[in-house]
């Protein structure tokens, strides 16, 4: 079985949508997993953004990188800087993706103006996705 592992810096918000989303979008010869660097807990509003489409997020556990499914993956989407840069070296055999994304829990103002920004980075991410699956399956 082929291997996916999407990571961020506390996998609360993006690498959480993003397993999400690959989980629908790519095939069951695929093992879909997410990690960060850190575990800060999902964040409530990812879990509310992602109900919005349709996926829940709401029994999802922030996990740290666990070395060996990372070493063992076939590919690695870091989601942030961060996580690009402290990421454990990796075997050459897996291919490295960066996305680039910004972090939804570092938006302000009222719950409804974050909100705004999780689903702006929620489409993103949907779009990247599912672009990743079509090219890899």
Same mark, same amino acid.
């Given at each position: 079985? =082929?291997?996916?592992?999407?990571? /961020? ?5 993006? %690498?959480?949508? !993003?397993?999400?989303?690959?989980? =629908? !979008?790519?095939?069951?010869?695929? @093992?879909?997993? %997410? &990690?960060? +660097?850190? !575990?800060? *807990?999902?964040?409530?509003? &990812? +879990?509310?953004?992602? !109900?919005?489409? *349709? +996926? $829940?997020?709401?029994?999802?556990? %922030? ?8 070493? $063992? /993956? ?5 989601? /942030?800087? #961060?996580?690009? $840069? ?6 050459? %055999? ?8 910004? $972090?939804?829990?570092? &938006? ?11 689903? @702006?980075?929620?489409? @993103?991410?949907? #779009?990247?996705?599912? #672009?990743? &699956?079509?090219?890899? @399956?």
């Amino acid at each position: 079985m =082929k291997k996916i592992y999407f990571i /961020c810096t506390g996998n609360s918000c993006r %690498s959480q949508m !993003a397993e999400g989303f690959a989980k =629908k !979008a790519f095939s069951n010869e695929w @093992q879909v997993e %997410s &990690a960060g +660097i850190e !575990a800060h *807990g999902v964040n409530p509003l &990812a +879990i509310t953004a992602m !109900a919005e489409v *349709g +996926i $829940d997020l709401s029994k999802n556990k %922030s996990k740290i990188i666990d070395n060996d499914f990372l070493n $063992d /993956c076939d590919v690695v989407v870091t989601l /942030c800087g #961060d996580a690009k $840069d402290r990421c454990p070296m990796t075997p050459p %055999s897996v291919k490295k993706i960066h996305w680039p994304l910004e $972090d939804p829990a570092q &938006a302000t103002g009222s719950e409804t103006e974050r909100m705004v920004v999780f689903r @702006q980075v929620r489409n @993103q991410i949907s #779009d990247l996705v599912n #672009d990743l &699956a079509a090219s890899l @399956q």
